[in-house]
C-alpha cells in the first residue's frame, strides 16, 4: 500500500509561504526546490531559506517563499515539489509534496478606511 502523497493549498495571487523544521547530518548545507507541473515543466524555482537552529546542531529552519506577483500566473490543480539539500557531494531530496492551485475568490483590493476616534 502506498503512502498519500502530502499537500499544501496556495490560492493563484497569494503570496505562498511555506516553513518547518529538517534534520540534516553535520555540515554547511544548501538547499533548492522548484514546482512542476504533472508533465514536468517548471512553473517556478521556490526562494529557500536554511537557517541552522541552536540546538540540536542537525536541525535546520526552512522557509519555501514565492510573491503573490509570481503566484498570479502559476496555473490551477496540482503541481509537484521537492527540496534538494546539498553539502560538498552529498545530495539529499525530501519526500515529493504536491501544491494545489486553486482559483482566488476576492480579486478587489482593500480600501482604506477612516474612523474619527
Not at 82 to 94: A, L, M, P, T
Request: glycine fraction near 6%.
Amino acid at each position: 500500500m502506498a503512502l498519500p502523497t502530502p499537500s499544501v493549498f496556495v490560492k493563484r495571487g497569494a503570496t505562498f509561504s511555506l516553513a518547518g523544521f529538517v534534520t540534516l547530518p553535520d555540515g554547511t548545507w544548501e538547499a533548492t526546490s522548484e514546482l512542476k507541473s504533472n508533465n514536468g515543466d517548471l512553473i517556478a524555482e521556490l526562494d529557500v531559506t536554511l537557517a541552522l537552529q541552536p540546538l540540536p546542531d542537525t536541525r535546520w529552519g526552512i522557509l519555501l517563499f514565492k510573491d503573490a506577483t509570481v503566484t498570479i500566473d502559476w496555473p490551477l490543480g496540482p503541481l509537484s515539489c521537492d527540496i534538494r539539500f546539498q553539502y560538498s557531494n552529498s545530495v539529499i531530496y525530501s519526500p515529493t509534496f504536491v501544491v494545489n492551485v486553486v482559483k482566488e475568490i476576492t480579486d478587489s483590493q482593500p480600501t482604506l478606511i477612516l474612523r474619527a476616534g
